[in-house]
Structure formats: C-alpha cells, structure tokens
C-alpha cells in the first residue's frame, strides 16, 4: 500500500518506518528540513531502541523515503496519516493549529481516493473539523477521515507498534474501514484485535486510557504520601493491592511524579473538553495537582534534611529523562528538581545514559554533566536519582559511599532496599518506605 505520514516525530516516525517494515511503500514528511536532511543521512533525530537498525534497513529497500513535500507524498498516497504534534494551548485545551494546517496542505494535494487518517492525539470532534477543513480547500475530493490514536510508549515504541494491545480505528465509512484493516493486518494477527468504532468514540478512547494510567500513578504517590505518615512500605502495598487481577500490577509505581509529552498535557485537554461540555471533571483536576505537588517532593525531602538550607550543597542526579530508554526530557520531574536546587543556591552534577544533549538545551552550563553515574557523585553532599535506568540499580556501594562528601541518597525511584541501605551506611529515603516525615 503506498502510504504518507505528515509529521516524522516519534509517532510519525515509528509507524512509517514500521509501516514500511510490513513491505508498504511510506514516505515520511515535514517541515522540519533539517530533520528531513539528517534522516536521508541515516541519522535518527531521537533515541528510540531499535529505530535506528529499522529505518536503515527500510530506507535501503527503498520503501521508506524522506521529504519535505508534502504535495508530492500525498498525491499519490492510498492512506495519508496526520502525525503532527497537538501541544497544551493557553487555556490547557489541544492546540489544533498543526493538525489543521495539515489537513488543508493535504486537501491541496488529494489525488483519487485517500483514506486521511488522524493518529495525533485530538479532541473529540476534531475528525469532523479536518474533515470540514478539507473540504474548504477541496470540495470535491474524494476521501473518508479516519480516527486511528496511537497507544505507543516512548522506549518501547517500536514493540507497541509491531504488538498493540489493540488498535482503535474510528470511521462510518465501509470503505475507509477495510482499507485499515487490511493495513494493520500484519500487527493484529495475534490475540491483538482492531477495535472500529465511530470517530469520536475512537478520539476519546485515546484520552481517557491516558487519564486512567495517569490516575493510577497519581493515586500511588498519594498512597505513597500516607505510607510515610504511618510507617507502611508502599512497595509491599503495592503488591497486595496489585495480585488483585481486577486491579493489575501495572502503572502502580509512585515516583517523582509522571512527566512526558503526553500524560500532563492529555489530561488538561480532556479537562478541558470536560469543562466545554458544561462537567467538572474533578478527579482529573486532582490527578494533575497530585502530580504537580509530587514534582517538588524530591526537593522538599532535600530541603527537610538539610535543616532549610541548600546554599553552597553540592548534588548528584542521576537520570535526566522523564523515563528510562528514551532522551525525551519533555515534563521530566528532573527539570523542576534541578531548577530548585540550583534557586536554593546549590550546585549538579547529572548523569543521564542518553538524555546530556536534550538536558543541554534546557540547563546550557548552569549544571555539570559527567560521563558516568560515579562522575556526578564525587564530592556531592547528597544523590537523587530520577530515572529508573537499569545501569542505575546495582552500582558499586563502597566505591560510591567513598566518592561522596556524605552518603545521603533521595531515591525517586525506589531502586533500593531502604534496609539494606541504612545496612550499607546511607541516608537513604525512598518515597512512601516508611520513612517519618
Ligand atoms: N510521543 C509519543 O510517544 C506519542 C504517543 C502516542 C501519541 N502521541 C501523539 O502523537 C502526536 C505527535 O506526537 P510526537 O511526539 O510524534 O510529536 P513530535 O513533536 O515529536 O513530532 C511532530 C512533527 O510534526 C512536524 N510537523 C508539524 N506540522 C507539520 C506539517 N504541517 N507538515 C509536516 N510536518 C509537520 C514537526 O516538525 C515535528 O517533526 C501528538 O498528538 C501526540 O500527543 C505521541
Ligand atoms: O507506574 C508508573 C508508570 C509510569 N510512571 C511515569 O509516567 C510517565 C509516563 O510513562 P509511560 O506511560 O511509560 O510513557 P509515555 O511514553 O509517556 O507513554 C504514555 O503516553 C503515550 C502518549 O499518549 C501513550 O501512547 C502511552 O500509551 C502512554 O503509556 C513517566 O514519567 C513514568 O516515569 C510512573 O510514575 N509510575
């Protein structure tokens, strides 16, 4: 099938290539003519395993191609698929402008008939507005619009494409609705199934598994927050409360609060559609004020322990990234970590597997970075670690004990046995171990 992709982001990217994997003929477009340039080279603008092996063997077979024009993608595309970024508008709603400007550059180029699918993540009633903005500039082509979400997780993307738990495919029309099936065919033969359903269904379905992760997780840390008042383990919690089949192990790790491009900004925009259609989504407004407080609650631990004062201390971070296998630093709790010790007057060093370039842009010189996890802790008067990176989990205790100023470690991620810490002689607190306030 020959196939566009308008976006060549994480999304865009790794469903064409993936597309292309499954022998269909993809041509990746944007306007970003330096990204479109270093992945002609065969450079891969984001770390994503696997990626990189995957475009190069599909470039080289000439099915994935690269391109600034769109026109000439479109044209003579079976399926177009919008992949464009929809981030936080001002009032917290989807800002729509890119989606929108994409579906009319599309409507400019239709050819014979074209299935124009939305992967971006949108509102409710966004693929009826592409729709009507096609026809502005098109009012006679020949097309269906589609509703097709994506589920994939950054680090694993690859796998979730290739496997899906499932796929949402939103149309009315018969036509539009084989042609997608017979596209995801290759992904769906397992247990995994197609679910159709109408757009709308389809566009919500997508906010509302992105709210109950996110829920889960901040419903956690608030467990987490009680754990500590009254001397329980939220890790043993956890795993009580998630053996219940109806419950799930899943999702139910506290930390230092979720971050993204995707979690904080979804479940502001289904807020906020919640709020358009006159409802008070309250229990998504306290999982965004859970999460945000939860942000600074590494900060406020180091504030608690050194007395109020953090002017002249000395820190380590470890993990920059808002998750493992990725070197996306889009709402990392790292960032407002980093910027209030460096406001109280401290100074970080910070070790990140991948993450240096993208923490480069955001902190310039304002903090060191070292080329190992044992670098950032040299002289420091306290550790935090941040992300959960596996090289993270079974370091060299004595050596590190030595390399630091005082062995005082405030773990994000409850990586470690907080017994076994204080057996090791570390100040060590976790989040939600029982550790008095
Ligand atoms: N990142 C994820 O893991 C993930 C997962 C599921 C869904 N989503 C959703 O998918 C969408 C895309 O997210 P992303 O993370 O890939 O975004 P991204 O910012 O990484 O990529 C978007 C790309 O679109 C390009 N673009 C913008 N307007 C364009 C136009 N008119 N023509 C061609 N290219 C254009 C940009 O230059 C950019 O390269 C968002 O709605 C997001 O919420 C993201
Ligand atoms: O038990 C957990 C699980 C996750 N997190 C945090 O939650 C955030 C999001 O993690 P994750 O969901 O793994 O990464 P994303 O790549 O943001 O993926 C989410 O957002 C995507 C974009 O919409 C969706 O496609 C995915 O299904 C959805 O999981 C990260 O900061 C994690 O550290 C926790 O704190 N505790």
Redesign the pocket.
């Known amino acids: 099938m020959r196939v566009a992709v308008?976006?060549?982001?994480?999304?865009?990217l790794v469903a064409g290539t993936c597309f292309a994997d499954s022998g269909n003929d993809v041509v990746c477009?944007?306007?970003?003519g330096a990204?479109i340039d270093a992945l002609r080279r065969g450079e891969i603008p984001i770390y994503e395993p696997g990626l990189e092996e995957l475009v190069e063997r599909n470039a080289a077979a000439g099915r994935l191609t690269f391109t600034t024009r769109?026109p000439d993608a479109v044209s003579r595309a079976e399926v177009v698929f919008i992949?464009?970024?929809?981030p936080q508008g001002d009032d917290g709603s989807a800002d729509l402008q890119?989606v929108l400007?994409?579906a009319r550059?599309i409507g400019r180029s239709l050819g014979s008939y074209t299935v124009v699918v939305d992967?971006?993540?949108?509102p409710v009633g966004t693929a009826k507005k592409v729709r009507e903005e096609i026809l502005s500039v098109a009012p006679n082509a020949d097309f269906d619009v589609v509703s097709n979400?994506?589920?994939?997780?950054?680090g694993a993307?690859i796998d979730d494409f290739l496997s899906p738990d499932r796929v949402v495919i939103g149309t009315e029309s018969q036509r539009a609705r084989d042609l997608m099936a017979e596209l995801y065919a290759p992904f769906t033969r397992r247990s995994n199934r197609i679910l159709f359903m109408d757009p709308q269904s389809a566009e919500l379905t997508k906010y509302a598994a992105n709210a109950m992760l996110a829920a889960r997780i901040s419903f956690m840390n608030e467990m987490a927050a009680l754990c500590e008042k009254v001397g329980a383990d939220v890790d043993h919690v956890r795993l009580g409360l998630g053996s219940d089949s109806r419950i799930g192990l899943s999702f139910l790790f506290p930390g230092p609060g979720f971050g993204g491009?995707?979690f904080p900004?979804?479940i502001r925009a289904l807020y906020s559609t919640a709020r358009e259609n006159g409802l008070d989504f309250n229990l998504l407004g306290s999982v965004d004020r859970v999460n945000e407080q939860q942000k600074q609650l590494l900060l406020r631990k180091a504030i608690r322990h050194f007395g109020g004062n953090l002017s002249g201390k000395h820190f380590g971070v470890w993990g920059l990234a808002f998750k493992p296998k990725t070197d996306d630093m889009r709402e990392s709790p790292s960032i407002p970590l980093i910027e209030g010790l460096l406001g109280k007057g401290a100074t970080v060093a910070a070790h990140d597997p991948v993450a240096h370039g993208t923490a480069k842009r955001i902190f310039g010189d304002r903090i060191g970075f070292t080329d190992t996890p044992y670098g950032a802790v040299e002289g420091a008067d306290g550790l935090f670690i941040v992300t959960e990176w596996n090289e993270f989990r079974r370091p060299d205790f004595d050596r590190l004990k030595g390399l630091m100023k005082a062995p005082v470690i405030f773990d994000g991620r409850n990586v470690f046995d907080p017994a076994r810490m204080r057996d090791r002689g570390f100040v060590y607190e976790g989040i939600g171990r029982g550790v008095a306030p």
């Open positions: 308008i976006g060549t982001g994480y999304v865009g477009v944007d306007i970003d990204k769109l992949a464009v970024g929809t890119y400007a994409a550059a992967k971006s993540t949108v979400p994506e589920f994939m997780k950054e993307a491009s995707c900004k979804d």
